[in-house]
């Protein structure tokens, strides 16, 4: 599944990159879903054709930083 604009795409790959976060198809184009698998979990909508797909890719990286779930992964670790 690649996105047919580069900049949205290597944006997917760098979060998709560390593994919290999964592609899935839905939405326009797909979804990134974060680690917290209940329902109140993270869920990043790509867009296919974004007007700008450098401010879409860039969205799509503050959004995935913005992610709280994430602290539960190393939360016993010291
Ligand atoms: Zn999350």
Redesign the pocket.
């Known amino acids: 599944m690649r996105h047919p604009k580069k900049e949205v795409q290597e944006a997917v790959e760098e979060i998709i990159g560390d593994g919290w976060f999964r592609l899935e198809p839905g939405g326009h184009w797909g979804v990134l879903l ?3 698998r209940e329902r109140d ?2 869920r990043l909508y790509v867009n296919a054709t974004p007007q700008n797909p450098g401010n879409h890719a860039n969205k799509l990286r503050r959004q995935a930083l913005k ?4 602290t539960e992964r190393g939360a016993t670790e010291t």
């Open positions: 974060c680690g917290h979990g993270c992610c709280t779930h994430r």
